[in-house]
T-cell receptor
Framework: GQSLEQPSEVTAVEGAIVQINCTYQTSGFYGLSWYQQHDGGAPTFLSYNALDGLEETGRFSSFLSRSDSYGYLLLQELQMKDSASYFCAVRDNNFNKFYFGSGTKLNVKP | KAGVTQTPRYLIKTRGQQVTLSCSPISGHRSVSWYQQTPGQGLQFLFEYFSETQRNKGNFPGRFSGRQFSNSRSEMNVSTLELGDSALYLC????????????FGQGTRLTVV
């Protein structure tokens, strides 16, 4: 099976940069995805890394290093609306199942 | 285009009853996955359907079942409800069965009393 570990909670101030890490134990997967979920809302897709390296989408960037079994989501110029839970996820290439990390609650303070 | 629609949004059932939840995917999407979300366990994969066939199943008891219709709409059923089944049940759709980008519905909040 798969195991994805994330910090449970992170706090940062408006305008700052925050990095949310995701370490995993997996026998093989297609790529690492990130989702955002506001309280009471549905998870929404943020980014996907199929290959090692950095993917940038506006204020959000995501990084993957398969050799280190590690990825992260980088949020720049934090805004209050970024307060939400962030999940990393993989689809394994043995059983084609989706696995989600336990989620990181990001608190953005003024 | 319309997003993923789940009905009902909220449901209260008593132990021992059964429940059926519905999910209408984005038009054109043929893959539908179901997840259980609880505060303690996070997002847990239940099963995935593609073109009316169950492609994968998570580690849940046989009380949890599902199906997909020819129009890609999906239902999941939980029989003999237990208190521990109280959770947010999320449905996600994607165009292909190996897509990594999934579009989630708002979920059905099930409370078992």
């Amino acid at each position: 099976g798969q195991s994805l570990e994330q910090p449970s909670e992170v706090t940062a101030v408006e305008g700052a940069i925050v990095q949310i890490n995701c370490t995993y134990q997996t026998s093989g997967f297609y790529g690492l995805s990130w989702y955002q979920q506001h309280d009471g809302g549905a998870p929404t897709f943020l980014s996907y890394n199929a290959l090692d390296g950095l993917e940038e989408t506006g204020r959000f960037s995501s990084f993957l290093s398969r050799s280190d079994s590690y990825g992260y989501l980088l949020l720049q110029e934090l805004q209050m609306k970024d307060s939400a839970s962030y999940f990393c996820a993989v689809r394994d290439n043995n059983f084609n199942k989706f696995y989600f990390g336990s989620g990181t609650k990001l608190n953005v303070k003024p | 285009k319309a997003g993923v629609t789940q009905t009902p949004r909220y449901l209260i059932k008593t132990r021992g009853q059964q429940v059926t939840l519905s999910c209408s995917p984005i038009s054109g999407h043929r893959s539908v996955s179901w997840y259980q979300q609880t505060p303690g366990q996070g997002l847990q994969f239940l099963f995935e359907y593609f073109s009316e066939t169950q492609r994968n199943k998570g580690n849940f008891p046989g009380r949890f079942s599902g199906r997909q219709f020819s129009n890609s709409r999906s239902e999941m059923n939980v029989s003999t409800l237990e208190l521990g089944d109280s959770a947010l049940y999320l449905c996600a759709s994607s165009f292909r069965d190996r897509n990594t980008e999934a579009f989630f519905g708002q979920g059905t909040r099930l409370t078992v009393v």
